[in-house]
């Protein structure tokens, strides 16, 4: 069963965070919910729908930015106060908007995440977990990775409250007290967790960075993994999550926001899995979701807030469309009036526009004028793909995208992405003085708010991508974005690794504190905690990207061990780390342990992508020609079946070999790389033989190249 919903938009706020819109409890079985916002202006909004017009309930006065809103209340009665977090303090509302509770936790970082139930209030800074019962400092946890989100599990099976923290390690860590009573691996970093029923239970939703949802039951002291939703569609990132039933069928359906404004409503079916019954695609990145009835009684709808603070409804009620089947379709009375409103206000907005104009136009034609640079928001995120091995970037900006300058100082791809409609340009760059290897301009169409962008950098070569964003501002006006590119840039972090793969092994010893290689490891990989883990030593895994091979890291004061089964990786970090600890002065004592079969490894699981690629780009050469034989002739039956075939896929073909442009070189690198350092390890210098190491690979056969490694 399919559901049919209808878009309204409702009202505009300020820029908004995660997290930050609520449906307060109705007061009748059918009766319309009022909603409450929180911006990053410090606003609180609470409004209800009358006759299709939002009457505003109340609204508070600007202050510091609001991260985080949630519904608490005495247990067993309706959850209709507001808490609201803004730096280290949380404030309480009740639902006429009288302030009743300002509660400073006194940590030194923002909160960044909180959960209310009863007389609990439980919130999170970056790495901290505070657990108070009325006011009262009850728990405290020091995690070893970024804490995004945090939710409580309450049920008869369990004897106490159980903390769940979603970390950005790809763990959900479950709290007894101030202890860590076991944690759970999950497929991604988890971004977001939400309770799968409203009213307590020991199910939990989470959402991750990359796209993926699944279920999960707590339990005293383990959990069990129900379910879990791939994101084979590559869309964005999970940011909010809510359960309501808007199909009607008596289950609670899943509703999801993602970061690419892709809203959707999960159903299940008779096996009880989950399956997509409705989507709807926003603009912008949607921060907040519910499911309740706002805009008409006895009509469910989805309710979302976006960042730059649009709140709209999917609803259920059914569009009104007057006349008969003949008949041109009919405005209503009440849409008629309201068409007649919104056209009165904008000509009001047009003359206060003109006003404002020719005011600045004075103004700064005095001589005791001073320009002020407009003040405008961004939100970006650069994260690391896994399915293609690329940098996603994305930039999302409160008002439309005039153009984007994209600076590199190291060798970057830029990767083809289907959802980008701007037009890029490149400039030709003067890598040697100016340090400058890219320069792409974007020019964005008309309200264009998002942007997203693909890199791939190469492994080994590191240093950083700026982006220059310049909105349709008057006056124009320029933020800078800094990303750093680091030496294992491909690497993500994982759960465990192959212990029967052939590793090589690099030893460092030396006067070094923890901290210190602490910091050299996070400069070399990504997804590594800033800051210093708790404990006397570490051990991190990680597995490469693009080729699928695997790095461990253990490391304490004094000295660090690194294992993986490509001798390049072990290279970049000898070479890195040694660079490091130079700038610091210290003396480092580095001892290899090189096992040969590694490297034949590696050739191994290159292998399979060369071949494909290989293939890919002789089928690429083949199409033009082949296309000319068949216009000539006038069909294409006198070819051979493989070449029918290159024909009927040629646009599929091109398209891959588009969006991976390359792809090719950058493999024939990592395999001339692997030679060079296989022999850099035994004090030889192979340069002079690169040649004929690529006359092999332009005549590809595996054997012959394993060969040409142990002969060379």
């Given at each position: 069963?399919?559901?049919?919903?209808?878009?309204?938009?409702?009202?505009?706020?300020g820029?908004?965070?995660?997290?930050?819109?609520?449906?307060?409890?109705?007061?009748?079985?059918?009766?319309?919910?009022?909603?409450?916002?929180?911006?990053?202006?410090?606003?609180?909004?609470?409004?209800?729908?009358?006759?299709?017009?939002?009457?505003?309930?109340?609204?508070?006065?600007?202050?510091q930015?609001?991260?985080?809103?949630?519904?608490?209340?005495?247990?067993?009665?309706?959850?209709?106060?507001?808490?609201?977090?803004?730096?280290?303090?949380?404030?309480?509302?009740?639902?006429?908007?009288?302030?009743?509770?300002?509660?400073?936790?006194?940590?030194?970082?923002?909160i960044?995440a909180?959960?209310?139930?009863?007389?609990?209030?439980?919130?999170?800074?970056?790495?901290i977990y505070?657990h108070?019962?009325?006011?009262k400092?009850?728990?405290?946890?020091?995690?070893?990775?970024?804490?995004?989100?945090?939710?409580?599990?309450?049920?008869?099976?369990?004897?106490?409250?159980?903390?769940?923290?979603?970390?950005?390690?790809?763990?959900?860590?479950v709290?007894?007290?101030?202890?860590l009573?076991?944690?759970?691996?999950?497929?991604?970093?988890?971004?977001?967790?939400?309770?799968?029923?409203?009213d307590?239970?020991?199910e939990i939703?989470?959402?991750?960075?990359?796209?993926?949802?699944?279920?999960?039951?707590?339990?005293e002291?383990?959990?069990?993994?129900?379910?879990?939703i791939?994101?084979?569609?590559?869309?964005?990132?999970?940011?909010?999550?809510?359960?309501?039933?808007?199909?009607?069928d008596?289950?609670n359906?899943?509703?999801v926001?993602?970061?690419?404004?892709?809203?959707?409503v999960?159903g299940?079916?008779?096996?009880?899995?989950?399956?997509?019954?409705?989507?709807h695609?926003?603009?912008?990145?949607?921060?907040?979701?519910?499911?309740?009835?706002v805009?008409?009684?006895?009509?469910?709808?989805?309710?979302?807030?976006?960042?730059?603070?649009?709140?709209?409804g999917?609803?259920?009620?059914?569009?009104?469309a007057?006349?008969?089947?003949?008949?041109?379709?009919?405005?209503?009375?009440?849409?008629?009036?309201?068409?007649?409103?919104?056209?009165?206000?904008?000509?009001?907005?047009?003359?206060k526009?003109?006003?404002?104009?020719?005011q600045?136009?004075?103004?700064?034609?005095?001589?005791?004028?001073?320009?002020?640079?407009?003040?405008?928001?961004?939100?970006?995120?650069?994260?690391?793909?896994?399915?293609?091995?690329s940098?996603?970037?994305?930039l999302?900006?409160?008002?439309?995208?005039?153009?984007?300058l994209?600076?590199?100082?190291?060798?970057?791809?830029?990767?083809?992405?289907?959802?980008?409609?701007?037009?890029?340009?490149?400039?030709?760059?003067?890598?040697?003085?100016?340090?400058?290897?890219?320069?792409?301009?974007?020019?964005?169409?008309a309200?264009?708010?998002?942007?997203?962008?693909?890199?791939?950098?190469?492994?080994g070569?590191?240093?950083t991508?700026?982006?220059?964003?310049t909105?349709?501002l008057?006056?124009?006006?320029?933020q800078?974005?800094?990303?750093?590119?680091?030496?294992?840039?491909?690497?993500?972090?994982?759960?465990?690794?192959?212990?029967?793969?052939?590793?090589?092994?690099?030893?460092?010893?030396?006067?070094?504190?923890?901290?210190?290689?602490?910091?050299?490891?996070?400069?070399?990989?990504?997804?590594?905690p800033?800051?210093?883990?708790?404990?006397?030593?570490?051990?991190?895994?990680?597995?490469?990207?693009f080729?699928?091979?695997?790095?461990?890291?253990?490391?304490?004061k004094?000295?660090?061990?690194?294992?993986?089964?490509?001798?390049?990786?072990?290279?970049?970090?000898s070479?890195?780390?040694?660079?490091?600890?130079?700038?610091?002065?210290?003396?480092?004592?580095?001892?290899?342990?090189i096992?040969?079969?590694?490297?034949?490894?590696?050739?191994?699981?290159?292998?399979?992508?060369?071949?494909h690629?290989?293939l890919?780009?002789?089928?690429?050469?083949?199409?033009?020609?082949?296309?000319?034989?068949?216009v000539?002739?006038?069909?294409?039956?006198?070819?051979?079946?493989?070449?029918?075939?290159?024909?009927?896929?040629?646009?599929?073909?091109?398209?891959?070999?588009?969006?991976?442009?390359?792809?090719?070189?950058?493999?024939?690198?990592m395999i001339?790389?692997?030679?060079?350092?296989?022999f850099?390890?035994?004090?030889?210098n192979?340069?002079?033989?690169?040649?004929?190491?690529?006359?092999?690979?332009?005549?590809y056969?595996?054997?012959a190249?394993?060969?040409?490694?142990?002969?060379?």
């Amino acid at each position: 069963m399919e559901v049919q919903l209808n878009r309204v938009d409702y009202v505009q706020v300020g820029v908004t965070s995660q997290k930050t819109m609520r449906l307060l409890p109705a007061l009748g079985k059918k009766a319309t919910q009022k909603v409450a916002i929180a911006d990053h202006d410090g606003i609180l909004t609470c409004f209800g729908m009358k006759k299709g017009e939002a009457v505003p309930v109340f609204k508070t006065l600007p202050g510091q930015k609001i991260v985080r809103m949630d519904l608490g209340g005495a247990v067993g009665t309706p959850q209709e106060k507001v808490f609201v977090c803004a730096g280290s303090q949380v404030r309480g509302f009740t639902k006429k908007g009288k302030q009743f509770l300002t509660f400073e936790a006194n940590l030194t970082e923002s909160i960044n995440a909180m959960h209310v139930s009863g007389a609990d209030l439980f919130v999170c800074a970056s790495y901290i977990y505070n657990h108070y019962c009325d006011c009262k400092d009850q728990d405290y946890f020091l995690s070893g990775d970024k804490i995004n989100d945090i939710t409580c599990v309450s049920s008869e099976k369990l004897s106490r409250l159980i903390a769940v923290l979603a970390c950005q390690d790809r763990v959900l860590r479950v709290l007894q007290g101030s202890e860590l009573a076991y944690d759970i691996e999950v497929p991604g970093p988890p971004s977001v967790l939400e309770l799968y029923s409203k009213d307590g239970g020991e199910e939990i939703l989470y959402g991750t960075t990359d796209g993926k949802i699944g279920l999960v039951q707590i339990g005293e002291r383990s959990a069990t993994p129900k379910w879990e939703i791939d994101n084979d569609k590559k869309k964005g990132g999970i940011l909010c999550i809510d359960t309501y039933d808007i199909i009607g069928d008596g289950v609670n359906d899943i509703l999801v926001g993602r970061d690419d404004g892709t809203v959707e409503v999960y159903g299940f079916d008779s096996t009880n899995e989950p399956t997509l019954r409705f989507e709807h695609v926003l603009s912008e990145s949607v921060t907040s979701i519910q499911g309740g009835c706002v805009g008409k009684e006895s009509y469910d709808e989805v309710l979302t807030a976006t960042y730059t603070g649009w709140v709209t409804g999917l609803t259920t009620e059914p569009q009104k469309a007057e006349g008969g089947p003949g008949d041109e379709v009919r405005m209503s009375k009440e849409t008629q009036s309201k068409v007649e409103a919104l056209r009165a206000e904008l000509e009001q907005l047009q003359v206060k526009v003109l006003q404002g104009r020719e005011q600045y136009q004075q103004t700064t034609q005095s001589s005791t004028a001073v320009s002020a640079v407009p003040i405008f928001s961004i939100n970006d995120k650069f994260t690391l793909c896994q399915d293609d091995a690329s940098y996603s970037l994305t930039l999302e900006v409160q008002t439309a995208i005039d153009n984007l300058l994209l600076q590199s100082d190291v060798p970057i791809d830029l990767l083809d992405v289907d959802k980008n409609s701007a037009v890029v340009s490149f400039s030709e760059c003067d890598s040697e003085p100016n340090g400058n290897f890219l320069l792409a301009t974007y020019r964005c169409q008309a309200n264009t708010t998002r942007l997203e962008l693909k890199v791939r950098s190469i492994e080994g070569q590191y240093g950083t991508l700026q982006a220059y964003i310049t909105p349709r501002l008057q006056p124009k006006t320029c933020q800078v974005r800094q990303y750093q590119i680091k030496p294992l840039s491909l690497h993500q972090r994982t759960h465990s690794i192959d212990p029967d793969r052939p590793m090589n092994r690099l030893s460092l010893v030396g006067q070094f504190s923890f901290a210190e290689i602490h910091s050299w490891v996070v400069f070399c990989l990504p997804e590594v905690p800033e800051k210093t883990p708790a404990g006397e030593s570490i051990t991190f895994y990680f597995h490469n990207t693009f080729l699928g091979t695997q790095l461990e890291a253990t490391y304490c004061k004094g000295e660090g061990h690194f294992k993986s089964d490509n001798i390049s990786t072990i290279s970049i970090l000898s070479d890195v780390l040694s660079k490091e600890a130079t700038k610091k002065k210290i003396n480092l004592n580095i001892s290899y342990d090189i096992n040969d079969e590694s490297v034949s490894h590696t050739l191994r699981m290159i292998h399979p992508k060369l071949e494909h690629q290989l293939l890919l780009a002789k089928k690429v050469q083949l199409v033009d020609a082949l296309k000319e034989l068949q216009v000539h002739e006038g069909n294409a039956d006198f070819l051979i079946p493989e070449y029918r075939s290159i024909l009927d896929e040629s646009a599929s073909l091109l398209e891959e070999y588009k969006k991976q442009p390359a792809h090719l070189e950058r493999l024939y690198g990592m395999i001339t790389d692997l030679f060079i350092d296989k022999f850099k390890f035994k004090g030889q210098n192979v340069k002079t033989k690169v040649s004929s190491l690529l006359e092999i690979l332009d005549n590809y056969e595996l054997n012959a190249l394993l060969e040409f490694f142990s002969v060379a």
